[in-house]
């Protein structure tokens, strides 16, 4: 399990030391004065002087106070969190990718467009739409593409009172927040006891105001909208489209297509089911694909293929801009086309069963484990999301305690606290790239953790006890904001902080 | 194919058994049945057989290295230090996701807040976001952010934007009924004060780059501002990092918020992307309620040591959905960690060094260059070149790529009045011999088309 180094790593800034440099320039080709006006020129610059030794160490020993997908398990729910194949890196790092400019003329760029043509023709397949775009740069801004397509269509046809979006609410926080950017009105509607969308909630939610719902299938629960024939011919009816949010789809790849089960948009995450690494927070790519009817609104450009040349075609009038400059996370798309190359369809189909396989047999390993309860129904796809409610209820643990404990044993936390729809949530998913053995681990770990819960809690609500630091006070970083090293002097110097 | 990806493979039956089904369908039976079907994909493939592959369509590109190559408008050649990419390749960075769990993501969060603390430096502002998806994207927010703070729905932008930003700017203010005025530039290549006085009334915003989309130092920035601020707009300046060691901070130039492109240190060209948007503001409660995107802070442990944390999340989507301040949930945390590295590298005298060669460069090639086009202004260019060429420019262009040069971007398709002129930019790796050569060249290139 992974064991976290303790470094007290001072700033980058308090390791600065005056003269010190980390990087040799080349000379300038000619050395013309040039004189900026007076009071443009820089007056104080305050950035650290280190050399590129110090610099090393510096991020080295912050990386080993940091958790990756190579560390161990790590099982954030929606997050699809799954190992990031080694020559995808070669690729995305390959001169003939770092070195080429986006305005580059086609000719000279040849390979790079036949890159994100074969990427398209692959995820049309995949997901049984007609077009895509690889501009969105993540799953939010693929959502935000999609609705503003939407938005484009019902205008198009003249139906400007289409101004609602229907958002279940299971739905992860980036749908409303899209639907809402775009100029919609949100209407959100309650899931049912077994965790699924309330059909009859969607019939009275539905009406000539609607533009579309964005649903999640599998949702966030993990559950297959077993309905979902039903809601898009409810939504179709009522002149709405059926938006498909692609988080999820390593619960279904490579078996059912969401095209087929009635979605005119979709987005993907890149950095979720095609295995680009999540680099902190990112760089993901969100490519959106979408039926014949929505194609003319696409972002411009699309990348198009003669028989004989790969080109930009930006003659797409009604088309809604852009969304992203240029053409997206370029080495993000270079590194899912090595990863589908490798896997292939049989593979593709192998994600989604082993996928599948381990959430259920996590589920059944950790059911009727005392403190944790398995709202709605059992048999899930990718992920499973547990209540930690009892184990409240009891002994006043939340699922923060038990996320925070989880760290104790070298593990990362599921996702806790959504969705919103479940109390003291802990949503893991496992992926397909886990084994058996650190299955069983996590389970144990949450077992051990259960029995902690009821015969020494304080362990728990104190914990994480083994990391680089305590329990983070989050209250007092919200109380007290320090976001950068100039607010920070400011504070020092006061005399209001000590760390 | 792909097996060797997923240990479990091996143990189906087992596993299944465990658990009590009998097969991977019973796993399935939730999915409409006559939906799952056999798709039309490429069976999987060894690791060794892509890498030829992908060898082969890769070759088909050639690179800035390959020819020189005069394209800026927006991405720039520059050198990224070797330690910088094997510091972001570190497994630990790479691999992991959004810091939720702030206890074993110490070392993300902290290089975070030091991107925040470099970047607040730069710009002479004092509160930072962990980055936007790019310059665009955040321009577009701040956009959006200056009509929500000022309850006004005017945003002003000179005529000269970047295209490529000018058209996401326009996507992203559609939904909430923000109205984008033109300011036209004037004969010295920069905003037009008079008319800007005009449009600014009104205004949520007013935006300005540095340098501005023709390369241009956009000398009156400070009257740009006061007049923002006499009309109780917001005063947003988007920069070019790499130009802040020889230009003054837009926060002391009186911007309210910057925004600007962080990949342009530590990341390469990558056709484009992954890019990283830089997002800050004044220290304001108005401000900092109102700011789109992840924002890491400093804090202590329990125990009193200092640690680091995601931080005023109430702004954002997983909190307040339909009414947050942006959607924005992934970023480009690790295009912003690679940009604080070079930072770091670079110091002080480094940012400063490489703003000063940019700037000579620069006025180098305008010196050459005006040997075979007329430069279009008369003004202190930085990176950007705008020159108008005797014969049409895509002869010179096609002429050039004969012969091994790629030349700049054309502006008229964007520009017509500025008829055939181009876009040609240098930074620091331009070498002498490429500047020789393309004026060499385009003499040539000239004198064949006259004849
Ligand atoms: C269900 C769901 N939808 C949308 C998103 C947003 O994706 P991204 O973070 O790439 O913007 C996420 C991921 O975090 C998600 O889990």
Known sequence: MFRQAKWDEPLIFELSKPGRVGFTLPEPVEDIEVQIPEDLMRKSLELPEVSEPEVVKHYIRLAEMNYGVDSGIYPLGSCTMKYNPKINEEFANHPKVAFIHPYQDPRTVQGALQIMWELEQWLKEITGMDRFTLQPAAGANGEFTGVMIIRAYHLDRGEAQRNEIIVPDSAHGTNPASAAMAGFKVIEIPSNEQGMVDLEALENAVSERTAGIMLTNPNTLGIFEEDILEIAKIVHKAGGLLYYDGANLNGILGKIRPGDMGFDVVHINLHKTFSTPHGGGGPGAGPVGVKKHLVDYLPVPLVEFDGEKYYLNYDLPKSIGKVKEFYGNFAVLVRALTYLKIMGRDGLREVAEIAVLNANYLTQKLKGTRGYELPHKELRKHEVVFSAEPMRKEMGIKALDVAKRLLDFGLHAPTIYFPLIVHEALMIEPTETVSKEELDAYVEALKRISEEAYTNPEIVKSAPHNTAVRRVDDVLATKKPIITWRMYKEFKRKGEVDY | ?451
């Open chain 2, 1 to 451: 194919m792909g097996k060797h990806y997923i240990p479990n493979s091996a143990h189906k039956e087992e596993m299944l058994g465990e658990i009590g089904f009998k097969s991977i369908e019973d796993l399935f039976s939730d999915v409409p049945k006559g939906f799952v079907k056999e798709f039309n994909l490429p069976e999987g493939k060894s690791e060794y057989e892509v890498f030829l592959e992908m060898n082969e369509i890769l070759n088909k590109n050639k690179t800035v290295l390959e020819m020189p190559t005069f394209l800026g408008a927006g991405a720039y050649f520059h050198y990224v230090p070797a330690h910088v990419k094997h510091l972001i390749e570190r497994s630990e960075f790479i691999t992991s996701y959004t810091p939720y769990q702030a206890e074993i993501s110490q070392g993300m969060l902290q290089a975070l807040f030091e991107y925040q603390s470099l970047i607040g430096e730069l710009v002479g502002l004092e509160i930072v976001n962990a980055s936007m998806y790019d310059w665009g994207t955040a321009l577009g927010e701040a956009a959006r952010m200056a009509a929500r703070v000022k309850k006004k729905n005017k945003f002003v932008v000179p005529k000269h934007i970047h295209p490529e930003r000018n058209m996401v700017l326009k996507t992203f203010v559609e939904g909430a009924d923000i109205e984008i005025e033109y300011v036209k530039w004037n004969e010295k290549g920069q905003v037009d004060l008079e008319e800007l006085k005009e449009k600014a009334k009104n205004a949520a915003g007013v935006y300005v780059e540095l340098p501005n989309f023709f390369g241009i130092i956009e000398e009156q920035i400070k009257e740009i501002g006061e007049i923002a601020h006499e009309n109780d707009a917001l005063f947003v300046v988007g920069v070019d990092p790499t130009i802040l060691g020889i230009i003054e901070a837009p926060g002391s130039l009186g911007a309210d918020i910057v925004v600007g492109e962080a990949s342009f240190l530590g990341s390469a060209l990558n056709f484009g992307g992954p890019r990283a948007g830089i997002f800050a503001t004044k220290n304001e409660r108005a401000l900092i309620r109102q700011m789109p995107g992840r924002i890491i802070g400093m804090t202590r442990d329990t125990e009193g040591k200092r640690a680091f944390v995601m931080t005023l999340q109430t702004r954002e989507q997983h909190i307040r959905r339909a009414k947050a301040t942006s959607n924005i949930c992934s970023n480009e945390a690790l295009v912003a960690v690679a940009a604080a590295i070079h930072l770091a590298s670079l110091g002080p005298k480094g940012l400063e060094k490489l703003g000063e060669i940019i700037l000579k460069n620069t006025a180098y090639f305008k010196k050459r260059l005006s040997e075979v086009a007329e430069i279009s202004f008369d003004a202190i260019n930085f990176k950007d070149v705008p020159a108008t060429f005797e014969i049409p420019y895509p002869i010179i262009h096609e002429r050039l790529l004969e012969r091994g040069i790629h030349g700049g971007f054309y502006l008229k398709p964007y520009f017509p009045e500025l008829g055939e002129t181009a876009l040609l930019a240098v930074t620091e790796t331009t070498r002498r011999e490429w500047i020789e050569a393309l004026v060499k060249n385009v003499r040539e290139i000239i004198n064949e088309a006259e004849l």
